[in-house]
């Protein structure tokens, strides 16, 4: 268990919907990166957040928007949702981003299906 | 930004073999690169990392090499087992920069055939 906690499991949608992917980091993280795995696509960059403000955007859609509260918590809320969205959305923490002791842990992850 | 490439994207080899995959990065400020495993269904795993003063790191059947002038870097699996069938990824990022995001390759699927 890599600390890191996502939910829900699962989700399925219809196109058009908005939904919203919660993570909470391990203990003692400040920092939160979303990631979207696709079949085709990899582990594709979104959004990282450190410590309540966003720190680097990566190819995420004007759709698709995130935060992170202040018990450092982070949600991504993805909009007008299409069939492409279909994807496994990978939350990860860590400590410190800008020091080599602290690897990224990988939550297990929130299944998208979009119908 | 950063682009990560990753080679081969499949890799079929018998018990017992070794296993290599490379990746090469673009962006030469890019000082550490982390590898992770990914079994099917499961969340990426981190297996072995180099820093680029590093050019090489060894973890058991693990190594990680690391051409910084040539901007790339390989994975290397000896005496491979049939547990080591997953999805590799590589990844690149800026260590001590303002970010520290991960730009991940797009993962090699090893078999290994018993």
């Known amino acids: 268990d890599s600390g890191v906690t996502q939910t829900p499991k699962h989700l399925i949608t219809a196109t058009g919907q908005r939904v919203t992917l919660r993570c909470s980091p391990r203990s003692g993280d400040l920092s939160v990166y979303w990631y979207q795995q696709s079949l085709d696509q990899g582990l594709q960059f979104l959004i990282q957040y450190y410590n309540g403000e966003e720190r680097a955007k990566g190819n995420i859609l004007e759709r698709f928007s995130a935060q992170q509260f202040p018990d450092l918590h982070s949600e991504l809320n993805l909009s007008s949702l299409e069939l492409g969205d279909s994807a496994l959305y990978f939350c990860a923490s860590s400590v410190d981003p800008f020091s080599y002791n602290s690897p990224l842990h990988f939550g297990n992850g929130t299944r998208l299906t979009v119908t | 930004g950063e682009n990560v490439e990753q080679h081969p994207s499949t890799l079929s080899v018998q018990e017992g073999d070794s296993a290599v995959i490379k990746c090469t990065y673009s962006?030469?400020?890019?000082?550490?690169f982390p590898w992770y495993k990914q079994e099917l269904g499961k969340r990426p795993q981190l297996i072995i990392d180099?820093?680029?003063?590093?050019g090489e790191k060894k973890d058991q059947r693990i190594a990680v090499t690391l051409n910084k002038t040539a901007k790339h870097f390989s994975l290397h699996i000896t005496e491979t087992q049939p547990e080591d069938s997953a999805v590799y990824f590589c990844?690149?990022?800026?260590?001590?920069?303002?970010?520290?995001?991960?730009?991940f390759g797009k993962g090699t699927k090893l078999s290994v055939k018993p």
């Open positions: 180099i820093r680029s003063n590093v």
């Open positions: 990844a690149a990022s800026i260590v001590g920069g303002s970010q520290g995001n991960l730009i």
């Open positions: 962006d030469s400020a890019s000082n550490y």
